[in-house]
């Protein structure tokens, strides 16, 4: 089967999403391509920050995420924690039905003229205008694009889920503490769950890579390195069901291959993990998603509007003014983006490389002066505003 799709979307995660619903209120009809069989919602919350918020509000579901959740307390800056699930079926509830295919792994692109070939595992063809990649940080769009296979940032994380079906006495809040080699943390999702994390170089003596698959001894790696910490945070941990406890490795891309590299070419661009995979330190990985999509649409869609009424329909490919008009606006988003995701990746891992450093003179240094900066360079980071979705016009 072939089709035809002005802007197609590679991946229904929250950076697709939140691009697709964008797009829609410019009227700009999307298909999101999701290789799952539903909605991708592993993954327990998100700690979303003011960045998020605007981008949010700027699709307007901010509003409705805000009823099922808790602001942090103290502070300026807008900060709740989020379950993913909540905020993608959010976000895909608003979409118009039949704008995600689901179990559609594309395999290839191809270019042909003005449009590019998408194809899909199951034989079907697409063709369309805009490729969208957010795929993840092993993405089939940035492929295509030649950006190099993310890296490994010398360090893993172990995440966790605890319940307490009677409710805990934590307040909203973050809470951090290092020593062991480890960097230990969580946060309250709600008053009945916690959120908890463990990031650990991979030097670390006592760390084996055949734990990575066995929560049970993932468990007791985490255990083994806390025992100095409060009994009661402690008790997050040995409170875990082995189920909800994972590990994984992280990941980033080189910040210059942001700036020397292709993040968009001919119609055809990346967005969340599959454009700046980083480390988890500054707590953007989905904030800068939402970002992506608002500014991505925002670009595309002001390049839309600024063709003559008349001149949109369905002309043929070589004079089609949607082919420039889309052309210029993924031009746009990607220099718009380029900075402030190279920005965003290397003060992760420069944050990352201070709080899990265990020389000593580091360590004192992050101690007495760097904890300061390390919270000033957070919040700078989150302070960032999207923009509105400016629409003067729509078209169904």
Same mark, same amino acid.
């Given at each position: &089967? ?5 802007? *197609? ?72 924690? *989020?379950?993913?699930?909540? /905020?993608?079926?959010? /976000?895909?509830?608003? /979409? ?114 055949? &734990? ?29 069901? *082995? ?8 990941? &980033? ?24 995979? &980083? ?25 839309? /509007? ?17 082919? *420039? ?72």
């Amino acid at each position: &089967m072939d089709i035809e799709q002005d802007i *197609v979307i590679v991946g229904a995660g929250i950076s697709g999403l939140t691009a697709s619903l964008a797009l829609h209120s410019y009227g700009l009809r999307s298909l999101v391509l999701e290789s799952s069989e539903c909605l991708r919602t592993t993954g327990y919350a998100l700690t979303l920050w003011p960045n998020a918020w605007r981008a949010l509000d700027a699709v307007g579901v901010g509003d409705h995420l805000r009823q099922n959740s808790v602001p942090f307390r103290g502070g300026k800056h807008e900060c709740r924690r *989020v379950r993913r699930k909540g /905020l993608l079926e959010a /976000l895909e509830k608003e /979409l118009p039905q039949g704008t995600i295919w689901y179990s559609s792994k594309v395999v290839s692109i191809e270019e042909s003229g003005h449009s590019k070939l998408v194809q899909l595992a199951d034989g079907c063809v697409i063709r369309t205008k805009v490729v969208i990649g957010c795929d993840g940080v092993n993405s089939v769009v940035a492929k295509w694009l030649g950006l190099p296979t993310p890296i490994s940032a010398g360090r893993s994380s172990i995440r966790g889920f605890a319940e307490y079906p009677a409710g805990h006495f934590f307040k909203p809040n973050f809470y951090i503490y290092f020593g062991g080699g480890v960097r230990f943390g969580f946060v309250p999702c709600d008053d009945k769950s916690i959120n908890w994390f463990c990031n650990f170089n991979l030097s670390n003596a006592t760390w084996h890579q055949n &734990m990575s698959e066995e929560p049970v001894k993932l468990k007791a790696f985490v255990l083994s390195k806390i025992v100095n910490i409060p009994r009661e945070v402690s008790d997050i941990v040995q409170r875990t069901e *082995v189920g909800s406890i994972s590990c994984a490795e992280l990941k &980033m891309r080189l910040p210059w291959d942001i700036l020397l590299r292709d993040i968009a070419k001919s119609s055809i661009c990346v967005a969340g993990d599959a454009l700046h995979p &980083m480390t988890p330190d500054l707590g953007q990985g989905g904030c800068s998603a939402l970002e992506d999509g608002v500014i991505l649409a925002r670009c595309i869609g002001e390049s839309f /509007l600024k063709i003559p009424r008349k001149d949109v329909g369905d002309g043929k490919e070589d004079v089609d003014p949607k082919v *420039v008009a889309f052309k210029k606006g993924v031009e746009n988003y990607a220099k718009e983006r380029r900075w402030r995701s190279f920005s965003l990746i290397a003060a992760a891992y420069a944050i990352g490389f201070v709080q899990a450093s265990e020389n000593k003179f580091i360590c004192f240094l992050r101690e007495k002066f760097l904890s300061m900066l390390t919270v000033a360079a957070v919040l700078k980071m989150a302070d960032f505003d999207c923009g509105n979705l400016d629409i003067y016009r729509q078209f169904s």
